[in-house]
């Protein structure tokens, strides 16, 4: 190889960012394949690159034969001998040959070789370096808009911001710099495309990363980050330092760090809560700025319930549900907001279903009033409800054996097809929700 030739191999290879190597394999295929349009297809060739000497050495494959019919593919056990001593009949060499002059049409398929094989280098050194920067920031200059898609010139290639990553609020134009988040990389046939975001929670979170120094240094940490892009965003945050308040050193001097932020995200409200582990502690901070006056925690379904005062009950929710939604993102579960009114009529509406349906299932033969609260909170709150009741579920019940339970099931069917009081029992059932006195008997 001359040392040109290598020297025009290291400069490619420091312009695109590939490999030497990578390049070194092209300039082999090249030289294979314009080899074989001149030795011709037939002829089963191999090339090597020897790095000592920086040349290729091209080698034709023959199989070896008692007498060689085809000398392109085969040779005769005594030259193949010469080759390699311990080569035999039916085995293969490999003999040197010196590479032609390429013609046109040999020259031109080489060509086509070499730069094919350097875009492909060329797209997986894109790829991989922006597969690498995937969930990272970047800045790019708006190259042009495309049915709502901004494309972004990122320098070495180009970016999509589609219009479900982008602020409802802005308005991007040619040559305008932008900053987002890198979502995912995908590998095309076309090459390597790169989706960004400026709504994604993280671009949030990266945007506090880059603009305070104590995230950057890990003596704060974002533990979460809910928005509803153009509108409202919060985040929650801890220290790991006690002397460091992680709510102050996201907000900054007078709000600068903050509203740096704020002036980037088109002016987007940013609540910054500190992280609780206990969700009861955590929602109180969460729901900001309004105040909590209660919360109970439902573990099986995963709720938090929470009441408030009655004049706090908008700013709890917030416009268009807005604050309670991300207060139940932030934190993890869901959430009911009550007014300390609503809650007081709820209570009382359950304590009236409840007397009811007690009142309802005392006309059963030996069942009292605190029979009747046992069945009512074991999920037994109708007479319907009783006569189809197996006995093992009603025997689980305390006070109420086999024979009972039978009574109970038998009178309760003869109630309801009678008409005498079932009617009734079953009425101001389904009336007041008799399904729900399960879940609301607790309160």
């Known amino acids: ?139 790019g200059v708006v190259q042009r808009v495309n049915r709502g ?85 919060k985040i929650s945050v801890l220290s790991k330092d006690p002397n460091v308040d992680p709510v102050g050193a996201c907000v900054g001097f007078r709000g600068v760090r903050v509203q740096a932020i704020v002036k980037e995200l088109q002016g987007e409200k940013i609540d910054i809560v500190p992280w609780k582990e206990d969700p009861a502690e955590f929602i109180v901070y969460a729901l900001a700025p309004a105040e909590v006056t209660q919360v109970t925690v439902d573990e099986k379904v995963h709720i938090l319930h929470v009441m408030v005062a009655d ?39 359950k304590r009236e279903l409840l007397k009811r349906q007690i009142q309802a299932l005392v006309s059963l033969p030996g069942v009292g009033e605190k029979m009747a609260q046992r069945l009512v909170e074991a999920g037994f709150g109708s007479l319907e409800k009783i006569s189809q009741a197996t006995l093992e579920a009603l025997q689980a019940v305390k006070g109420i054996g086999k024979k009972r339970a039978e009574k109970l099931i038998s009178a309760s069917q003869k109630l309801l097809e009678s008409g005498e009081k079932g009617n009734e029992g079953e009425g101001v059932s389904q009336k007041l929700g008799g399904d729900s006195l399960a879940q609301g008997s607790g309160l």
């Open 149 to 233: 898609n901004l494309i972004v010139d990122l320098g070495r290639t180009e970016a999509l911001l589609p219009p479900r990553e982008q602020l409802p609020t802005e308005e991007y134009r040619p040559k305008d710099r932008i900053r987002a988040y890198i979502v995912e990389v995908r590998k095309t046939s076309k090459g390597s495309q790169i989706i960004l975001s400026r709504t994604h929670p993280a671009f949030l979170i990266k945007l506090f990363q880059a603009e305070v120094p104590e995230i950057h240094e890990g003596i704060v940490q974002i533990k979460g980050a809910a928005r509803e892009p153009g509108e409202r965003a």
């Open 311 to 349: 004049d706090q009950l908008s700013l709890a929710i917030g416009k268009k549900g807005r604050n309670a939604r991300l207060a139940s993102k932030l934190v993890g579960w869901k959430v009911d907001i009550k007014s300390r009114t609503q809650v007081a009529k709820e209570a009382e509406r």
């Open 1 to 139: 190889m001359r040392p040109e030739l290598i020297q025009a191999i290291e400069q490619v290879g420091r312009e695109k960012g590939i490999d030497r190597s990578v390049l070194i394999e092209a300039v082999g295929a090249a030289i294979l394949s314009a080899s074989r349009k001149t030795l011709g297809p037939s002829t089963d060739l191999k090339i090597r690159f020897d790095d000592q000497s920086g040349k290729f050495r091209l080698f034709s494959v023959k199989r070896v034969v008692e007498t060689p019919v085809n000398p392109r593919a085969e040779v005769s056990l005594p030259e193949a001998l010469k080759i390699n001593p311990e080569v035999a009949v039916g085995g293969q060499v490999e003999i040197e040959v010196e590479p032609q002059r390429f013609g046109r049409i040999a020259a031109q398929t080489a060509k086509q070789v070499i730069i094919q094989r350097v875009r492909e280098a060329e797209r997986n050194g894109l790829y991989q370096s922006f597969k690498e920067k995937e969930g990272e920031l970047i800045s």
